[in-house]
Structure formats: C-alpha cells, structure tokens
C-alpha cells in the first residue's frame, strides 16, 4: 500500500538560498509531523499538524523555518536562506490519530554548500 | 516522557533470536513502550507497543517486565535484512502533548551471516 512519500530524496543547495520539502502522508492520515535527523542522531522533532491546523511548532530551531498544509493533506517544509547548520536529513510522519503509530516516510537529506 | 537506556551495539547470527533491551525505569502508569527501527537510508519503521502485557504481531515480540521498568524486544530469527538502528520510546497516549517522539540513540543492531 501507498505509505508517506517524501521529495525530493536528496537536495543540494548552496548557502543563503531558499528550499521546499514536500511530504505527501498517508491518505486519511490526520496528524502529519516533521522531524529533523543529523548525522548519527535520533530523530528530532519539528512541527504538528491536525488536518490543516498546526498545532505545535515548537522543534522549528528558527523563524526561517516555515511549515504549512494548506489543505490538510500534503505539507510542505520550508528553509529560508538556509545556512550549513540546516543540513539534515527531513523525516515526515503521518498517523490517524495522535494516540495512533507513526508511519515515517524516508526523508529529505538536504545539504547545504 | 519517561527516559530509555539501550545497548549501543549488539550482534546477532542469522537464523537466531535477536533480544533487545531496553530499561524504562522512571515510567509511568499511562506510559507505553514503542519500538521503531531505521534500516540504512531510509526512515523510522514502527515495529510494536504495549503497555504492561506482552504483545505479539507478524514482526516482532514485546516482553515487559511485570514492574514496567525495562522491557525487551525479540525478533525470533533474524535475517540480514533486521540489520538496522532499534530504537525503545516511552511516551503517554491519550491527550496533552504527548504526540512527539522522542528518540534516543538507539541500539545497533548487526545481523551476520
């Protein structure tokens, strides 16, 4: 079955510019998170969403930070003018429920130069 | 959310029952034990949880102990492909904030053949 899919795989940009991540979840999944992943380290966690609604932003490490999900669907990550410390893989997760498993895609590695 | 102790490494024949520990001593009534694993490049896996009996599914066992304090988690024959990063979570279920995961390092799981 169709899990969360996340894109691009891999994203190279060069420092100062702008990136957007796309993350698709699972289809009638409600809750939709991100989390950031460095190198050799757990998961760390981003932002929530319900449905449309985003409900805890409190891992974003800064305001050049943005996260939406405009239609309760798909989301989208947004860096701007990113910076070498940005460099990261991005996990997704969707869930029907809080209460319920969190189901990951296989991330964004982005790089920055 | 209570804090999980896990090995850093462990090895394990193909063939055979992998068992990996982990100590939740500081947990609480309405904690549950989540187990999750991440396989080389790709993202966290859900494998099992339980509260306080053990639990079983087509993946893997749970075993905890009859205190709550450590639990562990059994995948019965091993293959080359159980090669992966298993990491024990201990979070609330039902309201509040407690949809974050919270990731340690994990234990590193080595299948040889």
């Known amino acids: 079955g169709a899990g969360v899919s996340q894109s691009p795989r891999y994203k190279v940009a060069k420092r100062g510019q702008d990136v957007a991540l796309r993350c698709d979840p699972i289809?009638?999944?409600?809750?939709l998170f991100w989390y950031q992943q460095a190198l050799g380290q757990g998961p760390e966690f981003l932002t929530y969403?319900?449905?449309?609604?985003?409900?805890?932003k409190s891992g974003l490490p800064s305001d050049r930070f943005f996260a939406e999900r405009p239609e309760g669907s798909v989301s989208t990550l947004k860096i701007q003018r990113t910076q070498q410390e940005d460099s990261a893989v991005y996990l997704c997760a969707s869930s029907l429920g809080t209460d319920q498993p969190q189901h990951f895609g296989d991330g964004t590695r982005l790089s920055i130069l | 959310d209570a804090k999980t102790t896990q090995p850093t490494s462990m090895d394990c024949a193909e063939g055979r029952a992998a068992n990996l520990p982990c100590n939740h001593s500081t947990i609480s009534g309405n904690e549950y034990v989540y187990w999750y694993r991440q396989i080389h490049s790709q993202g966290p896996q859900y494998i099992i949880h339980?509260?306080?009996n053990n639990e079983t599914n087509e993946m893997a066992s749970l075993i905890i102990t009859e205190d709550r304090k450590s639990s562990t988690l059994i995948l019965p024959h091993a293959t080359l492909r159980d090669t992966a990063v298993y990491y024990c979570?201990?979070?609330?279920?039902?309201?509040?904030?407690?949809?974050?995961?919270?990731f340690g390092k994990g234990t590193l799981l080595t299948v040889n053949p």
């Open positions: 339980g509260l306080k």
């Open positions: 979570i201990v979070r609330v279920v039902g309201g509040g904030s407690n949809y974050k995961l919270t």
């Open positions: 289809s009638g999944h409600v809750s």
């Open positions: 969403f319900q449905n449309e609604a985003q409900l805890d």
